[in-house]
């Protein structure tokens, strides 16, 4: 089944302590994002990389970092969280056909709730 | 400055009716998404358009790059189409893997 995985589903954590989202997808896209999500400000752009060894910033990129190893693999690492960081965030992906990047059908995962105390 | 608007924030409808949910931008896209966020929080692509009309079952989505302006259509609506309805639209000229949101819209379709 095409899908794309995020884990843990849910996290509760304390501030500081250094800790990673994993991202995986089984469709072969080039084009993977993060996404966080919060009440009366929608879905940002935290990062996204367009191929293997590119990542680029987003709207959000303060406070976390990425990295694009492999195809299938995109995490989301928070070196320090802190509690501002607590949020819904969600990873996609999608083939980077037609207008490229960001304009393919874009397939999201189930989302991973973190609360940062 | 949210560069994408989407209308109306809220909208409850009755089963059976026509709905419409709009979605303007001030910055130029060349594509835009719809996407479909189910009351469990999961997110679903309905749509990605970059010029004209695409019909999926009930649902229409259209967008004039010109006028900055894309809608979505949802006819005979039901309680299952009840869920927070979200544009997003890649910058044009920009970085390729940019994506601006719109805050969404929430539907509740009433029985």
């Known amino acids: 089944e095409a899908q794309v995985t995020q884990n843990p589903r849910y996290l509760i954590t304390v501030t500081g302590k250094k800790l990673t989202v994993t991202c995986s997808q089984n469709m072969n896209h080039e084009y993977m994002s993060w996404y966080r999500q919060d009440p009366g400000l929608g879905l940002r752009q935290i990062y996204y990389?367009?191929?293997?060894?590119?990542?680029d910033k987003g709207d959000v990129p303060e406070g976390y970092k990425v990295s694009r190893k492999e195809k299938r693999n995109f995490p989301l690492i928070l070196e320090s969280p802190s509690p501002n960081q607590t949020s819904l965030y969600f990873c996609?992906?999608?083939?980077?056909?037609?207008?490229?990047?960001?304009?393919?059908?874009?397939?999201f995962g189930p989302g991973t709730r973190l609360l940062v105390l | 400055k949210n560069e994408v608007e989407q209308s109306p924030q809220n909208l409850t409808a009755q089963e059976g009716e026509f709905i419409t949910i709009n979605c303007s931008y001030s910055?130029?896209?060349?594509?835009l998404h719809w996407l479909q966020q189910h009351p469990g929080g999961g997110i679903v692509s309905l749509f990605m358009?970059?010029?004209g009309k695409k019909k999926h079952g009930r649902l229409i989505a259209t967008i004039n790059i010109q006028e900055k302006h894309s809608s979505l259509h949802i006819t005979a609506s039901h309680p299952r189409d009840s869920a927070v309805y979200i544009c997003a639209g890649k910058n044009y000229g920009g970085s390729q893997g940019n994506l601006i949101f719109g805050k969404g819209t929430k539907l509740s379709v009433k029985p």
């Open positions: 996609a992906s999608s083939l980077s056909s037609g207008t490229g990047g960001a304009g393919g059908t874009q397939y």
């Open positions: 910055v130029g896209i060349s594509a």
């Open positions: 990389s367009m191929n293997v060894e590119v990542t």
């Open positions: 358009l970059s010029s």
